[in-house]
């Protein structure tokens, strides 16, 4: 089974692009299994119990169902903040093969650096991370 960690912010085309770049991985639906995660914000995490699940977070429901849509597995990770180190933790929890990261549309300046969580993520990762950008409704 090749595992990819899936982590999402709140950017709904984001979301999409990394939903399809992970159905659309060679092999067949049936040896990829995704773990969709997203930190929750401060608000978020302070919420009441039955409020703050990770399911409840558009964006991975957004790439819960595009999932289910194509047939590849997948389990919801709620990560700990601050959000680059909750992504890395999942990574080894989970022993994942791959870790798919959202980008979106920067200036030629800011194309230098991805941003803080993606860059932190590529240079502390220790799996082959993806970065895919936003694909629109």
Not at 63 to 81: F, N, P, S, W
Not at 93 to 120: C, H, L
Request: glycine share 8%.
């Amino acid at each position: 089974m090749y595992r990819v960690l899936v982590p999402v912010d709140d950017d709904p085309d984001r979301a999409r692009g990394q939903a399809a770049f992970v159905a659309d991985l060679p092999g067949g639906t049936d040896e990829v299994e995704a773990i969709v995660t997203h930190a929750l914000t401060p608000e978020q995490a302070e919420a009441p119990e039955d409020l703050k699940s990770v399911d409840r977070v558009e964006t991975v429901r957004l790439v819960r169902d595009t999932l289910d849509e194509h047939g590849v597995d997948y389990q919801l990770a709620e990560a700990r903040t601050p959000p680059a180190d909750g992504i890395l933790d999942l990574a080894a929890e989970f022993d994942v093969d791959q870790i798919v990261m959202g980008s979106r549309k920067r200036s030629p300046t800011g194309k230098v650096v991805f941003g803080s969580v993606a860059q932190q993520v590529l240079l502390e990762g220790d799996v082959p991370v993806t970065v895919v950008g936003a694909h629109e409704a």
